[in-house]
């Protein structure tokens, strides 16, 4: 009688779940990860976490999957310098904020939390009040706090065009999407679309509102998104060029 194949995966306690590939003297580091519908090794890299994960069949090893990961060390290497190194929220960094560059600035003995200014020189700044270890935190928590105000009106704004209710907009940090829209009528967003223009948060708000009229990308949903965001194609294009780049920033580098 043969074990599921979960079973067998997780009973291997001595395998390891990751494995290090080294190429050009860099070291990667690859997650295995078992799928019972895999008919091959493949490897993937996540855009957003630059995690490199090879799944693995059924029959697999752990000792085939080392040696089919190095084959391709070169391929891992390669993709990794493509994707955008990460940004992580300190005293000096540039963050895109409603699409416009902003210089954090760290300020250890004023009072308050976050907030903008535009210096004499004409630079867009976000200070940060506090000390230095709780920057990144509280650089986070001003965004997301921008973030949900804005697509609130947004979507609001959007809903009473449409004659629709929202019951709630929630914010959060999705990887694999921009947002979402349930039946019972609460849209969630990526709290990085602050970090865009204004016309693709916009169009952010039209999408998902659009989704409580038709819940479907039919050619009658996106009639209703284009009614309530004419600026659509240029709000798609820009997410189609730009929207990767976004997930850089408040990651550790």
């Not at 008919?39 to 996540?46: A, E, F, K, Q, S």
Request: charge should be positive.
């Amino acid at each position: 009688m043969s074990l599921p194949f979960r079973t067998l995966f997780f009973k291997r306690t001595s395998e390891p779940v990751t494995i290090d590939v080294v190429h050009e003297g860099e070291v990667f580091a690859v997650r295995l990860r078992g799928h019972p519908r895999a008919r091959r090794y493949t490897l993937r890299i996540h855009s957003t976490s630059r995690e490199v994960v090879l799944s693995m069949p059924p029959r697999g090893s752990v000792k085939q999957a080392t040696e089919f990961a190095r084959k391709n060390g070169a391929w891992i290497a390669a993709r990794l310098k493509k994707l955008p190194l990460a940004v992580p929220f300190g005293d000096g960094t540039i963050i895109p904020l409603r699409g416009v560059d902003h210089r954090i600035e760290h300020r250890s003995g004023a009072r308050g939390t976050v907030w903008t200014e535009i210096n004499a020189a004409g630079e867009h700044l976000l200070c940060v009040a506090g000390a230095a270890p709780h920057v990144p935190r509280r650089v986070r928590d001003y965004l997301k706090r921008e973030a949900k105000a804005a697509l609130d009106i947004a979507s609001r704004e959007a809903a009473a065009l449409l004659g629709v209710t929202v019951k709630r907009v929630a914010i959060r940090d999705q990887s694999s999407r921009w947002g979402s829209c349930s039946t019972t009528g609460v849209l969630s967003y990526s709290w990085r679309l602050i970090l865009a223009p204004p016309f693709v948060l916009d169009y952010l708000a039209a999408h998902e509102v659009a989704h409580l009229v038709e819940m479907n990308h039919s050619r009658a949903f996106w009639r209703v998104v284009h009614r309530l965001c004419p600026d659509m194609d240029r709000a798609k294009t820009w997410l189609d060029t730009h929207g990767t780049a976004l997930h850089r920033y408040g990651m550790k580098g």
